[in-house]
């Protein structure tokens, strides 16, 4: 069975500074990944996805992601952070039939 | 994101309520999902259909029953419903099932069992 863990449940950074958010997969094939951002009392709105093209995957609002593959590892990063960024984000692995594990999820929070 | 609609967006129910929550999709999906989302807990998937058939049930009790009756439009009957059901709804649609489609949330039901 594939899984996901996110290896932090809080992050805190100050505005303008980059983000990281940290993300490893296990899976016993080429994985689907994706990011996702949850803002409060909304859904989920996708950030970026990798399905075995380029490693390094470009989203929307600056966020990107590169997959290892050694690492097993899809971390998310941003240049610099924006107040706006403020949410919880869920790293997740999609399995056969588009069954998708979900990771807990990190909570950004953006310092003025 | 108004490509998924659910409604309503806020439930209160007591235990011995029957509701229904809805969802539609604007994007010609072929593919449907409900999740739960609970505190301290990862999303839970509950039910898949893919072209109006139900392909998938996450050992969800019965309490809970989709109904899906055109590929745009996606129910959650409720019935007899306990405290611990109190949680986030959210419904999903995918192009298809194949694992490298990314599936698109609407902005799911808050639940609230008295």
């Known amino acids: 069975a594939q899984s996901v863990t996110q290896l932090d449940s809080h992050v805190s950074v100050s505005e303008g500074t980059p983000v990281l958010l940290r993300c490893n997969y296990s899976?016993?094939?080429?994985?689907?990944l994706f990011w996702y951002v949850q803002h409060p009392n909304k859904g989920l709105q996708l950030l970026l996805k990798?399905?075995?093209?380029?490693?390094l995957v470009k989203g929307i609002n600056g966020f990107e992601a590169e997959f290892k593959k050694s690492e097993t590892s899809f971390h998310l990063t941003k240049p610099s952070a924006h107040m706006s960024d403020a949410a919880e984000y869920f790293c997740?692995?999609?399995?056969?039939?588009?069954?998708?594990?979900f990771g807990a999820g990190t909570i950004l929070r953006v310092k003025s | 994101e108004t490509g998924v609609t659910q409604t309503p967006r806020h439930l209160v129910m007591g235990m011995t309520n029957k509701k229904s929550l809805k969802c539609e999709q604007h994007?010609?999906?072929?593919?449907m999902y409900w999740y739960k989302q609970s505190a301290k807990k990862p999303l839970e998937l509950m039910f898949v259909?893919?072209?109006?058939?139900?392909?998938e049930n996450n050992s969800v009790p019965s309490r809970f029953s989709p109904e899906c009756p055109n590929s745009s439009h996606l129910f959650l009957h409720l019935h007899t419903l306990q405290p611990e059901d109190s949680a986030l709804y959210l419904c999903?649609?995918?192009?298809?099932?194949?694992?490298?489609?990314?599936?698109?949330f609407g902005d799911g039901t808050r639940l609230s069992i008295l």
């Open positions: 999903a649609s995918s192009q298809s099932r194949e694992s490298n489609q990314p599936q698109h």
């Open positions: 899976s016993s094939y080429s994985p689907s």
């Open positions: 990798y399905t075995s093209a380029a490693t």
């Open positions: 997740v692995v999609s399995e056969g039939g588009n069954k998708l594990v």
């Open positions: 994007l010609g999906h072929n593919a």
């Open positions: 259909y893919s072209l109006e058939e139900r392909v």
